[in-house]
């Protein structure tokens, strides 16, 4: 049974919810993804600030991001997945909730996220071919 830490890129890192979106937008350079997980003072998950984020509620907003710290942008409740599921599962979050980077926790801490990139390496093309279409519909 392949499972979310088979698919998954390990490594991911945390960006403290504290930080400002000019350190995240480092962080995301450094790293190059386009998208952190942001995590609370006790190291829990309590959204994800994309690139987008940064330029579309932030920067073109007006807004210096250098002053905006990451808690004030991440919206809604976080999706994650346990370190343990497998693929249909982890489809099932992705497509369910229209998410394209999902990560992957164990024993409550990120160990890794799995991306669009580390499914189009691991699924078939039909299963590919679902998952783009109903990730990319519109709503």
């Given at each position: 049974?392949?499972?979310?830490?088979?698919?998954?890129?390990?490594g991911?890192?945390?960006?403290?919810?504290?930080?400002?979106l000019?350190?995240?937008?480092?962080?995301?350079?450094?790293?190059n993804?386009?998208?952190?997980?942001?995590?609370?003072?006790?190291?829990?998950l309590?959204?994800?600030?994309?690139?987008?984020d940064?330029?579309?509620?932030?920067?073109?907003?007006?807004?210096?991001?250098?002053?905006?710290?990451?808690?004030?942008?991440?919206?809604?409740?976080?999706?994650?997945?346990?370190?343990?599921?497998d693929?249909?599962?982890?489809?099932?979050?992705?497509?369910?909730?229209?998410?394209?980077?999902?990560?992957?926790?164990?024993?409550?801490?990120?160990?890794?996220m799995?991306?669009?990139?580390?499914?189009?390496?691991?699924?078939s093309?039909?299963?590919?071919?679902?998952?783009?279409?109903?990730?990319?519909?519109?709503?």
């Amino acid at each position: 049974m392949t499972t979310a830490k088979d698919i998954m890129h390990p490594g991911a890192e945390w960006i403290p919810a504290h930080e400002t979106l000019d350190r995240a937008a480092q962080m995301m350079r450094n790293l190059n993804v386009g998208a952190l997980p942001v995590a609370d003072e006790n190291e829990r998950l309590c959204g994800i600030v994309t690139d987008r984020d940064i330029v579309v509620r932030c920067v073109a907003m007006g807004h210096d991001p250098a002053k905006v710290t990451c808690s004030e942008i991440v919206q809604g409740t976080p999706r994650w997945i346990d370190s343990g599921a497998d693929v249909g599962a982890v489809l099932e979050e992705m497509q369910s909730h229209q998410i394209r980077r999902l990560p992957v926790i164990e024993n409550k801490r990120l160990i890794g996220m799995i991306s669009e990139a580390d499914l189009a390496q691991r699924l078939s093309d039909e299963q590919l071919k679902a998952f783009c279409a109903s990730v990319y519909a519109a709503s």
